[in-house]
């Protein structure tokens, strides 16, 4: 099975992502023809459970690749100790 890639997101996602900028990080994949239904749902279950990627819009083309558009809440980022005591 072929590894999915990073792509440009179809015109119209880019308002869907514009209106939640602040509050999610997004990722667009593109998933190859040869990627079956079954294979794309599982590997895209793993991303959920593990990484806490949710699946916001599948796009199916001719050809049989798909475009998939993930996103997860930003997650704040945690105070930075310092290495050494101030003195």
């Given at each position: 099975?072929?590894?999915?890639?990073?792509?440009?997101?179809?015109a119209?996602?880019?308002?869907?992502?514009?209106?939640?900028a602040?509050?999610y990080?997004?990722?667009?994949?593109?998933?190859?023809?040869?990627?079956?239904?079954?294979?794309a749902?599982?590997?895209?279950?793993?991303?959920a459970?593990?990484?806490?990627?949710e699946?916001t819009?599948?796009?199916?083309?001719?050809?049989?690749?798909?475009?998939?558009?993930l996103?997860?809440?930003k997650?704040?980022e945690?105070p930075?100790?310092?290495?050494?005591?101030?003195?």
């Amino acid at each position: 099975m072929s590894m999915p890639s990073r792509g440009r997101m179809p015109a119209a996602w880019d308002k869907v992502v514009a209106e939640d900028a602040g509050e999610y990080e997004w990722i667009p994949l593109r998933l190859p023809p040869d990627v079956t239904r079954v294979s794309a749902s599982i590997r895209l279950s793993i991303e959920a459970e593990y990484r806490g990627w949710e699946l916001t819009r599948v796009r199916l083309y001719t050809d049989g690749s798909r475009r998939v558009l993930l996103r997860r809440k930003k997650r704040a980022e945690a105070p930075r100790i310092p290495d050494q005591p101030a003195q």
